[in-house]
């Protein structure tokens, strides 16, 4: 079983490296608004890069960008009161709105289909 003992080390390093995170909802949190946070940042240093993109499918673009960070606002301020269920509901969000992104981006043959999957 030597796989197993691989997936049970990474699953404790993962619990190590949210430091003093002992709970789920320590975890869900932290993780969703690294995703949130990450996202919002690649997105918004790929809009000025993408210069087949037309002005409205920028403001697209942006309005994505704006969700996820309006997503990581709410996690900052509010995880320790949110319900367990709306970290599911976030989820689904965030798969929305890398959904849109990239469905705008994707007019034109483009690389962003691969960071999707």
Same mark, same amino acid.
């Given at each position: /079983?030597?796989?197993?003992?691989s %997936?049970?080390?990474?699953?404790?390093?993962?619990? &190590?490296?949210? *430091?003093?995170?002992?709970?789920?909802r320590?975890a869900?949190?932290?993780? &969703?608004?690294v995703?949130?946070?990450?996202?919002?940042?690649? *997105?918004? &240093? *790929? %809009? =000025?890069?993408?210069?087949?993109?037309? =002005?409205?499918?920028? &403001?697209?673009?942006?309005? $994505?960008? $704006?969700?996820?960070?309006?997503?990581?606002?709410?996690?900052?301020?509010?995880?320790?009161?949110l319900? =367990?269920?709306s970290?599911?509901l976030?989820?689904a969000?965030?798969t %929305?709105?890398?959904?849109? *992104?990239?469905?705008?981006?994707s007019?034109?043959?483009?690389?962003?289909e /691969?960071?999707? %999957?």
């Amino acid at each position: /079983m030597p796989h197993a003992r691989s %997936i049970k080390w990474r699953i404790d390093a993962l619990r &190590l490296s949210l *430091g003093e995170a002992r709970d789920e909802r320590t975890a869900m949190a932290a993780t &969703l608004f690294v995703m949130f946070g990450s996202g919002t940042v690649l *997105g918004a &240093l *790929g %809009i =000025p890069l993408a210069s087949y993109l037309s =002005p409205t499918e920028r &403001l697209e673009e942006a309005a $994505a960008c $704006a969700t996820g960070l309006a997503a990581c606002v709410l996690i900052f301020f509010t995880w320790r009161r949110l319900p =367990p269920w709306s970290f599911q509901l976030l989820l689904a969000v965030g798969t %929305i709105v890398v959904s849109v *992104g990239t469905l705008v981006a994707s007019v034109r043959p483009t690389t962003t289909e /691969m960071f999707y %999957i």
